[in-house]
């Protein structure tokens, strides 16, 4: 009894390992059958999925092969719903495999199902596309790139067209951003602020990120590039601070904007705002996270003079110019608060002063006490300010209390 128990027990193993060696290869002689229809390759492919398989992904490259080498013979319109399911199927198994070597073939599901075709709902290229991303097909980042700056120009007023070209957008959207290839960061950033409905701009700007971890050449380039409107500068501004890049390369990015802001002229009151609001978020970056480029200086003296030597004084930018170089604390930062307070003394002694004058004086005095300076021209000046009659007691307590900061 025991002896049959066990011959039964082996030969079910037998039977299990013989099945399980030779399973795939029953699936891909049937698969590969030259009379086989449409119809028993989709129900082939419906029963290994059912079985829920792993490392098959020669299986499911082997099986798009065919399909393609068939698709000629699959002419009906109920034939090539069948064909659709089919890709989906491969495409699903592919991309859950990570099978690489099937690019090629993927790709040209991309073509076929090309929303381009009239008769093409956009589902299969999406899926096709992904499956790109998901496989790691780096060598076809190009390609997917070109796709989508071609549609990022490819605005339509017609809604179907708008919904199929959109879902092509996703996918290649999804694709770039796996792939992760620096060259996907331009064509992803236009997408964000393009012409698609909210939902797909949202999903290019969370997307955008996740391509390159500091992207900041190529948004300089795009801050930089004359063609590119204030609009589009200082959104590549935001998003490239949405980045994980490293603090200095954010500073080299604001530098760049900070120059633009003066560098790109326009006669466009609106595009003129723009620019401003991008230099006080320039200046702001460059506060916090400090200098990467000398020329920041001169641009940073630039706009607190162009604020101040203007009919209605612009506070906001004096303020937060005389906030960033207080914070920066170089040498260079402190010539530059030394020499307006120097200016504003000259004016105290001959003119024109008024509460203008006196208000900024009493944001530069503090600014310069915060940087730690040991500068002698500046600790002569603030000496002058403090012993002189011109000066009110209130004012003349400002450049005191500066001095007791500084004088350790």
Known sequence: MKKALFTIVLFLFGMTVFAQSLDMSF??????????????????????RRENRRGIG?????????????????????????????????????????????APNVWLMI?????????NDGFLMNMALVTMG????????????????????????????????????????KALEALKEPIGVKPVFFASIGWYDPDI??????????????PGEIISDIIKSPSNGPDVKITALQIMLNTRAQNISKARVAAVALETSYTFITPVREEQRVLRDMRLIAVETIRKMGVADEMVYSYLDRAYREAYNTSTTDFETITLIIAALSAIRTVEAVDILTENLRKLHARRRSGPWGITEREIMQKLIPAIAVT???????MQLLSTIQRSTMYTSVEQSWAASALKALVK
């Open 111 to 119: 073509q076929r199902y090309d929303v381009i075709h009239q008769q």
């Open 201 to 214: 701009r949202a999903q290019a700007a969370a997307a955008f990120p996740n391509i390159m971890e500091d």
């Open 134 to 173: 998901e496989i790691g097909a780096k060598n076809y980042a190009p390609n997917i790139v070109t796709l989508l700056e071609n549609f990022n120009v490819d605005q339509t007023p017609d809604l179907q067209t708008r919904r199929k070209i959109q879902l092509a957008v996703s996918g290649c959207i």
């Open 372 to 378: 730690g300076t040991d500068s002698q021209l500046t």
């Open 58 to 102: 020669d299986f499911y490259h082997n099986a798009l092969n065919v399909l393609i080498l068939k698709l000629p013979i699959f002419a009906s319109a109920r034939e090539k719903l069948a064909v659709q399911d089919i890709v989906r199927i491969i495409l699903n198994g592919l991309a859950f495999e990570k099978h690489i070597a099937a």
């Open 27 to 48: 699936y891909t002689e049937e698969y590969n059958r030259s009379d086989a229809t449409v119809y028993d390759l989709l129900d082939i492919l419906e029963a290994v």
